[in-house]
């Protein structure tokens, strides 16, 4: 059984369906655009069990309202998180020619404002430190006279929370706000952004339908950068987009050498049926997108270390999440350096926000030591 994002909290309305012959059933419903509402279930007390039942039942009497999306937010949590995903977005309308999220998502839509607060609230009340803002296109966020920005003041008055960060986000709709809230000490929002690049190359990015040129980008990102202190900035890019000559790639690893980024998340084009770009000739063969990837892991990597290397010496904040059998822990820093605690400590760290002393490289890490007395 394969069902669509929009039906499967109606999966067992679905399991009577299935034949005993086995064939495959296929549930494909319209795609609304109106604004959606998630269920708000607790996630780390006796009342998640109690809630999720009632609203299973109500799901079953079919008395869901026809235009809400039901969606959870896909985070497991415990007693002992620390962060977790809050979902106010879904699908896409700026259609670039490899992606098939319009199709299989649906054009964007929003979530309903007062749903998210909600949930907002039930997750600091849970003891969430951490709130990392997603969706498909989170910049595009509107509910009548509610963006973004609106969703960040809000967070931000939530006693209790201690961080917000935003998880990805197209870099033609980043507010210039965030800039100013990122540069206060006092604002929740951390020196963090991860804009998609995909592409250094003019001629590649107008083939994908970007929304943007490479000088554009260029100019957001030192424009962040120069704005926002200890800002970390991490980016997406393609490999092996269809007719991606030699000369097009170069265009991207150059770029990406002079821009202040602290990493990369390096995809080779996959092409998907029912896009533009699954139709184009000049296909990239699969060791080329092979060989193109690893030189841009191999730069990324450099790019973190040089970052990392810039915080060394200083004491910074991490909110401590998990621990290995060994007894050693890992956290995160405000702007997105993970540390490993050089030392075993006796407590249990994890949900606690405390400052470390940057010691010494480790791979992609740093580890940390808390200050003696």
């Given at each position: 059984?394969?069902i669509?994002?929009?039906?499967?909290?109606?999966?067992?309305?679905?399991?009577?369906?299935?034949?005993?012959?086995?064939?495959?059933?296929?549930?494909?419903?319209?795609i609304?655009?109106?604004?959606?509402?998630a269920?708000?279930?607790?996630?780390?007390?006796?009342?998640?069990?109690?809630k999720l039942q009632?609203?299973?039942?109500?799901?079953?009497?079919?008395?869901?309202?026809?235009?809400?999306?039901?969606?959870?937010?896909?985070?497991?949590?415990?007693?002992?998180?620390?962060r977790?995903?809050?979902?106010?977005?879904?699908?896409?309308?700026?259609?670039?020619t490899?992606c098939?999220?319009?199709?299989a998502?649906?054009?964007?839509?929003?979530?309903?404002?007062?749903?998210?607060?909600?949930?907002?609230r039930?997750?600091?009340?849970?003891?969430?430190?951490?709130?990392?803002?997603t969706?498909?296109?989170?910049?595009?966020?509107?509910?009548?006279?509610?963006?973004?920005?609106?969703?960040?003041?809000?967070l931000?008055?939530?006693?209790?929370?201690?961080?917000?960060?935003?998880?990805?986000?197209?870099?033609t709709t980043?507010?210039?706000?965030?800039?100013?809230?990122?540069?206060?000490?006092?604002?929740?929002?951390?020196?963090?952004?991860?804009?998609?690049?995909?592409?250094?190359?003019?001629?590649?990015?107008?083939?994908?339908?970007?929304?943007?040129?490479?000088?554009?980008?260029?100019?957001?990102?030192?424009?962040?950068?120069?704005?926002?202190?200890?800002?970390c900035?991490?980016?997406?890019?393609?490999?092996?987009?269809?007719?991606?000559?030699?000369?097009?790639?170069?265009?991207?690893?150059?770029?990406?050498?002079?821009?202040?980024?602290?990493?990369?998340?390096?995809?080779?084009?996959?092409?998907?049926?029912?896009?533009?770009?699954?139709?184009m000739?000049?296909?990239?063969?699969?060791?080329?997108?092979?060989q193109?990837?690893?030189?841009?892991?191999?730069?990324?990597?450099?790019?973190?270390r040089?970052f990392?290397?810039?915080?060394?010496?200083?004491?910074?904040?991490?909110?401590?999440?998990?621990?290995?059998?060994?007894?050693?822990?890992?956290?995160?820093?405000?702007?997105?350096?993970?540390?490993?605690?050089n030392?075993?400590?006796?407590?249990?760290?994890?949900?606690?926000?405390?400052?470390?002393?940057?010691?010494?490289?480790?791979?992609q890490?740093i580890?940390?030591?808390?200050?003696?007395?």
């Amino acid at each position: 059984m394969v069902i669509g994002s929009e039906e499967k909290m109606r999966i067992t309305d679905y399991l009577a369906q299935i034949n005993s012959q086995n064939t495959v059933l296929i549930v494909r419903p319209k795609i609304n655009k109106t604004t959606f509402t998630a269920p708000v279930i607790p996630r780390s007390s006796a009342l998640s069990n109690q809630k999720l039942q009632k609203q299973t039942k109500t799901i079953e009497r079919d008395v869901v309202a026809a235009n809400s999306t039901l969606q959870f937010s896909g985070t497991t949590t415990s007693h002992q998180s620390t962060r977790t995903s809050l979902k106010i977005q879904d699908g896409c309308d700026f259609m670039c020619t490899f992606c098939i999220i319009p199709f299989a998502r649906g054009r964007s839509r929003y979530r309903e404002f007062s749903n998210l607060q909600e949930e907002a609230r039930m997750l600091v009340q849970e003891g969430i430190q951490e709130i990392v803002i997603t969706g498909v296109n989170v910049g595009t966020y509107k509910t009548g006279k509610r963006t973004l920005v609106d969703v960040v003041d809000f967070l931000n008055t939530l006693p209790g929370l201690s961080r917000i960060r935003i998880s990805s986000i197209e870099p033609t709709t980043v507010p210039e706000i965030l800039f100013q809230y990122m540069s206060d000490a006092q604002h929740k929002l951390v020196p963090f952004f991860h804009l998609p690049l995909q592409s250094g190359s003019d001629i590649i990015l107008q083939k994908m339908k970007r929304r943007y040129s490479a000088a554009e980008y260029t100019d957001e990102i030192w424009r962040a950068f120069e704005s926002v202190p200890d800002l970390c900035l991490g980016t997406d890019v393609m490999v092996g987009f269809p007719e991606e000559s030699e000369t097009e790639f170069k265009s991207t690893l150059n770029l990406l050498k002079k821009l202040p980024l602290a990493y990369f998340h390096v995809f080779p084009f996959s092409a998907r049926n029912g896009t533009p770009a699954f139709k184009m000739k000049e296909q990239v063969p699969p060791i080329v997108k092979q060989q193109r990837g690893e030189k841009l892991r191999l730069l990324s990597t450099k790019k973190r270390r040089v970052f990392h290397q810039k915080f060394l010496g200083q004491s910074r904040e991490v909110l401590w999440e998990s621990m290995k059998p060994d007894g050693t822990i890992s956290g995160y820093t405000d702007n997105y350096i993970r540390v490993v605690l050089n030392e075993l400590y006796n407590s249990d760290l994890r949900n606690q926000l405390l400052p470390v002393q940057l010691k010494e490289l480790k791979g992609q890490t740093i580890l940390g030591k808390f200050e003696s007395g």
